[in-house]
C-alpha cells in the first residue's frame, strides 16, 4: 500500500501540486545507514510525458494572445529580483499511470483500466476539437486563472458549449485550485448559475478564487467571462473537502 500512495502522490507531484521532498519522504524506503547510489540512465529510455497546458497549432489568436500575456507574468520578477507570484500549471493526461490499486465501488480497478485511464478533459487526440486550456496560479492573491478555448465538439445548444462541458471545466479549474492549496480534494459541491451562452470556438477566462478555508473545507468561487472581462457566462460556488489517500484507497 505504501508504494500505491507513493505513486498517487507521484502523480501529484507532475501536475506541480506537491513538492517533492515534503510528500515523498514518508514513503521512501531507504533503510538507516545505507547509501543511495543514483545510477543514471539515458534520458530516451523515459521519455517526457507531453504537457497539454503548452500552444499547439489549433489555438487561436485571443487563446495565444492571452496565453502570452499570463506566460509574460510568470517571467516577471518581483524588485528584489526574486520570482515573481505567478506560474503556469503544466497538465498531462494521466494523473494516475503510477497507481497500481484504486477504489471502483470498493473494487480494485483492474491494470488494463488503469492502462486505459485518461484525464477527462485530455482525451481527445485531435487538437483544437474539445477541452484547449492551461492555467496560470497566482500564490500571492491565492488565485487561478485558465484560458479554455472550447472545441467543435462541445457543442450543447447550436453553435454553443454545452453545460456540462462547461461544468467540467469548472471543476477542474476549482478543484485543481483547491489541491494546489490545500493538497488532496473531492468536490462535495457544485453551484452554477449560467448566465449567458458560450459560442462554440470561441476563448473564455475562467478565474477561480479562494474564498474561505475552514478545517477540511475549502469554498471556492468561479466566474467564466469573455478576455475583457465585459460578458458574464456563468458564476460558481463551489465546495472542496480534504481527503487522505485512505479515502482514495477505499478505506
Ligand atoms: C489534481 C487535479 C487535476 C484534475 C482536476 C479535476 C478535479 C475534479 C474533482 C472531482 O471531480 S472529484 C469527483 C466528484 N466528487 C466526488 O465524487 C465526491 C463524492 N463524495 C465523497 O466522496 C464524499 O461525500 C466527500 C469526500 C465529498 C465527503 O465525505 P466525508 O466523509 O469525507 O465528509 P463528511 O460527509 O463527514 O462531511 C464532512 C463535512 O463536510 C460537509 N459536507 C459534506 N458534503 C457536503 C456537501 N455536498 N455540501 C455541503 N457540505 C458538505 C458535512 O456536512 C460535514 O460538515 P461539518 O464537519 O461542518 O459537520
Redesign the pocket.
Known sequence: MARSIGRICK??QR?G?LSKQTQLIPFTRVPVGTVRTIVTLPSFLFPQPRDFSLPNPSWGSEMTRMYEHYESQCEMETEGGQKGPWRRLPSYNR?LKYATVFPSGGVYLSKMIQSKAR?F?RNIRNPGAAFEYVLFVNKEEQKCVCILQAGHLLEGPPGHVHGGAIATMI??V???HA?FLSGP?????LNINYRRPIPLGSTVLLESCLEKK????TFITCRVTSTDGSKLHTETSA???S?TAS?LLGG
Do not use: P, S
Open positions: 502523480g501529484f501536475l501540486l494523473l484525464l478533459t471543476d477542474t476549482t478543484g485543481t489541491t480534494v473531492m468536490t462535495a459541491n475552514e478545517g477540511r473545507k465546495l472542496f473537502l481527503i479515502h
